[in-house]
């Protein structure tokens, strides 16, 4: 957040070559927030060194909000937490958190169905979303997101940045695939 007279919000009121008064109140009347993430340097100074990111575009401009894809999985039996990956790339990928204790997820891990047990809660999340915010691959991860590893705050949402620094391996096999598209006129060539 900043503060000061200086800020443009507060000349709604003025007009050119009208005084703009200094604020009487500062702490609770001229506060704006930035979107910004700041640390604070050696010297005092504020360093940006991120945006709080509610939405990203992928690489069509598409615009996705990650917190909406990933609270389609909030209380489902067998996940603890999901991460939405998609900025700026062709497709969505979800980072899964598993709940071992569910009694759901343990029959199916026990069947040998732990893949395909997470693949229909992934279709059946999809059919409710537009086309470009589906989830086109996931996987399943051996450990929970971690505050003391920066990818929780102190209030426990996800540090977006350096989750996908900590996974980028994993999050870069999420996007490979084994075939390649060809367009050609109206018709699209899988090989």
């Given amino acids: 957040k900043v503060s000061g007279h200086y800020l443009a919000r507060y000349l709604e009121d003025k007009g050119p070559g009208d005084i703009i008064p ?15 993430i700041f640390r604070v340097t050696e010297d005092g ?3 940006i060194v991120d945006r709080v990111k509610d939405i990203y575009k992928n690489n069509k401009g598409q615009t996705v909000a990650p917190k ?8 489902v039996p067998g996940i603890k937490q999901t991460f ?3 900025d700026p790339r062709p497709y969505n990928v979800l980072l899964i958190v598993p709940d071992f204790e569910d009694p759901l997820l343990q029959d199916a891990v026990n069947k040998g169905d732990k893949e395909e047990y997470f693949h229909q809660i992934v279709m059946l999340a999809n059919k409710d979303v537009a086309r470009y915010e589906r989830v086109i ?13 920066g990818e ?12 996908e620094n900590n996974f980028t391996d994993l999050i870069e096999s999420l996007y490979k695939t084994n ?10 060539i899988v090989i």
Avoid: C
């Fill in 45 to 47: 100074f504020y360093e």
């Fill in 137 to 149: 691959n996931f996987s399943i991860l051996d450990r929970e997101f971690s505050a003391d590893k």
């Fill in 179 to 188: 075939h390649v598209r060809l367009r050609h006129e109206d018709m699209i």
């Fill in 84 to 86: 939405l990956v998609g």
């Fill in 68 to 75: 909406t894809i990933e609270q389609k999985f909030t209380g």
């Fill in 152 to 163: 929780l705050t102190p209030k426990g949402s996800f540090n977006r940045k350096a989750i």
């Fill in 22 to 36: 200094y604020p009487e109140n500062r702490e609770t009347d001229y506060w704006m927030n930035t979107g910004d």
